[in-house]
């Protein structure tokens, strides 16, 4: 008698399917749809809140777990939010201390105002390298390196 060893076995549908549930929102972005959001350490209510988030705060999406997502900001910072706290409204957030905004798609454009560190604006479309942004009293476009993401 030949003996074999003992393994478990896993149908291939089955582990596909919960590795596509886990990566589904994985490296997408996704922006917080009101003040007051809760960045936590860990997927529950419990967990120690990390920061305040604010109304359209952009988001890298790394996983999910149950409600929650598992999330990064432009700084690196990771946590977890609830999902249903997040939409793919896309939003940047300007990442340098001060950049120029212009009323179109290159530097030949004239400035039209300025964006400041941490100052987040809604993402309306992006040709090339440049971003159109807008906020509510300012719509204009910045090179993409200096917003995030």
């Known amino acids: ?3 074999r060893p003992l393994t478990k076995t896993i149908p291939l549908g089955l582990l596909a399917s919960a590795f596509a549930l886990t990566t589904a929102f994985a490296g997408e972005y996704m922006s917080v749809i009101k003040d007051g959001v809760n960045l936590r350490s860990g997927p529950d209510a419990k967990s120690e809140i990390l920061f305040e988030l604010p109304a359209g705060y952009p988001l890298e999406v790394l996983g999910k777990e149950g409600q929650w997502l598992k999330v990064s900001d432009y700084e690196g910072d990771k946590g977890y939010i609830t999902a249903s706290l997040v939409s793919t409204t896309p939003s940047v957030i ?8 212009r009323s179109g798609p290159s ?5 039209v105002g300025s ?3 941490d100052v987040i604006f809604k993402k309306e ?9 807008s906020h509510p009293d300012l719509t204009g476009w910045v090179h993409k390196d200096l917003v995030w993401p």
């Not at 300007?94 to 905004?101: D, G, L, R, S, T």
Request: proline share 4%; glycine share 8%; hydrophobic share 35%.
């Open 107 to 111: 530097t030949n454009d004239p400035v």
């Open 125 to 133: 479309e992006q040709k090339g390298e440049w971003v159109k942004i």
């Open 1 to 3: 008698m030949t003996l």
């Open 115 to 117: 964006g400041v560190k």
């Open 94 to 101: 300007v990442k340098v201390k001060e950049c120029k905004i």
